[in-house]
């Protein structure tokens, strides 16, 4: 999902009464890869690597199993009849099993619940998946956020490698001296498109991995230019849609 200057005008008015990111000069801007590296540790990312992670979303159990490049990633739940399934994403693709037998899947359907089950182990993880060969990055300045200061780094993705939402455009705010992962935007385009704007609550450590929940919020008016989100949450502008909770998570090695 491409960055689309549609509210170009708005954010110039609301730019008067917020906040602003000091815009970078070229030579001076801190590399992202090296901010996103610094996140990774504060988060305790490498915790991910050759390791079994168990959490539950939304009424559904998640695992993610990973070693040495190969990765497994796991949904269950039950429907209202007791009927059991189990969705398995692998390097090679995914299968879905119905009370234990595996049944044939459209490619259509294999691709939405491989993007489905993807997507919450992205977000759960994060920023585990920031230093993926396919994520470009770009530091858009910095910002102010509650009175806490942040680096601002936009991150796309790479057609080869970088999955079906590889157009997907994500806004990440890094704390300047802690280098936590505390804000995230992105908008996308499926089901009529939008845009969210995501802070960290309810902060813990789990064997060493930095663990979150976040508000989800909405812009108000709708807006998807995800790189003044910032502005628009300093100004009030924004609408609070949902929680995201992930309870229960466990971490082995």
């Known amino acids: 999902m491409r960055l689309i200057w549609l509210y170009f005008f708005l954010f110039l008015g609301i730019a008067g009464c917020s906040p602003t990111p000091n815009q970078p000069d070229a030579n001076d801007a801190p590399n992202p890869t090296t901010l996103i590296n610094q996140a990774r540790t504060a988060h305790g990312s490498s915790r991910v690597d050759s390791s079994t992670i168990t959490f539950d979303f939304r009424g559904r159990h998640y695992v993610s199993q990973r070693s040495g490049g190969r990765f497994q990633y796991e949904r269950q739940w039950a429907d209202t ?44 993880l994060l920023p585990y998946a920031l230093n993926d060969p396919a994520v470009q990055t770009e530091y858009l300045g910095t910002a102010t956020l ?26 990440y705010w890094f704390h300047r001296d802690r280098h936590t992962m505390d804000y995230l935007a992105y908008n996308y385009q499926v089901n009529g498109g939008g845009a969210r704007f995501r802070e960290a609550y309810n902060i813990r450590m789990v064997e060493g991995l930095r663990v979150a929940d976040y508000r989800n919020y909405k812009p108000v008016p709708h807006s998807m230019e995800v790189a003044v989100f910032d502005s628009l949450f300093e100004a009030g502008q924004m609408e609070q849609v949902s929680l995201i909770e992930t309870e229960n998570l466990t971490l082995s090695r």
Do not use: M, W
Request: proline share 3%; glycine share 10%.
């Open 81 to 124: 009849t007791g009927t059991a399934y189990r969705d398995v994403l692998t390097n090679d693709g995914l299968y879905r099993e119905i009370n234990g037998e595996r049944v044939p899947l459209s490619a259509k359907d294999s691709a939405a619940y491989a993007g489905s089950v993807n997507s919450v182990l992205y977000f759960a």
């Open 146 to 171: 509650k009175n806490e200061p942040y680096h601002k780094i936009r991150v796309t993705f790479r057609a080869e490698g970088g999955g079906e939402d590889y157009q997907d455009e994500y806004i």
